[in-house]
Antibody, heavy 112, light 108 residues
């Protein structure tokens, strides 16, 4: 059974950093394209980033240069390193396998 | 970037009604379109992929159609458990990928 479990969310001050993790089971992260999608409180879904099986990465303009997607094949885990965080980055962050299977999400709150 | 225009933003219908949601892409995306259902406090759930293919385990009252720039999502007979917000998403070629604004479906 495919399972994705996000962690690492929390409260952080503007300008701070946070690293989200997405632990996968039931499949191999490195053999799939994996995405991060976020949802601000009361708002719609926003695609954030993707890493392909070959290692290519892409980002939404809103996070480019601040966020980095990566994976650890030995841990079968996806990451999102978030730097220079802003209030508008406040959201629930979901990881997804091939846009088909999604985790339960982790809340990131950027506030002083 | 490709923009997705989804309508309506909300709708109210009776149990058993046919419900239709549309999504228009700002350029040709072939059939690279997903439809998701999201219930409050839950992660999105994929219902339709490649514009018209029903994801495994999804009831057959859900369907999708279209290609190019114009797409339609239909619930043939609305059920109480279908109360949710529905989103389209394009995944044409290279990212960025974009979602529609969402359609909140309520029971009349």
């Amino acid at each position: 059974e495919v399972q994705l479990v996000e962690s690492g969310g929390g409260l952080v001050q503007p300008g701070g950093s946070l690293r989200l993790s997405c632990a996968a089971s039931g499949f191999t992260v490195s053999s799939n394209y994996m995405s991060w999608v976020r949802q601000a409180p009361g708002k719609g879904l926003e695609w954030v980033s993707v890493i392909y099986s070959g290692g290519s990465t892409y980002y939404a303009d809103s996070v480019k240069g601040r966020f980095t997607i990566s994976r650890d094949n030995s841990k079968n885990t996806l990451y999102l390193q978030m730097n220079s965080l802003r209030a508008e980055d406040t959201a629930v962050y979901y990881c997804a396998r091939r846009l088909r299977s999604w985790g339960q999400g982790t809340l990131v709150t950027v506030s002083s | 970037d490709i923009q997705m225009t989804q309508s309506p933003s909300s709708l109210s219908a009776s149990v058993g009604d046919r419900v239709t949601i549309t999504c228009q892409a700002s350029q040709d995306i072939s059939n690279y379109l997903n439809w998701y259902q999201q219930k409050p406090g839950k992660a999105p759930k994929l219902l339709i992929y490649d514009a018209s293919n029903l994801e495994t385990g999804v009831p057959s009252r859900f369907s999708g159609s279209g290609s190019g720039t114009d797409f339609t999502f239909t619930i043939s007979s609305l059920q109480p458990e279908d109360i949710a917000t529905y989103y389209c998403q394009q995944y044409d070629n290279l990212p960025p990928w974009t979602f529609g604004q969402g359609t909140k479906v309520e029971i009349k």
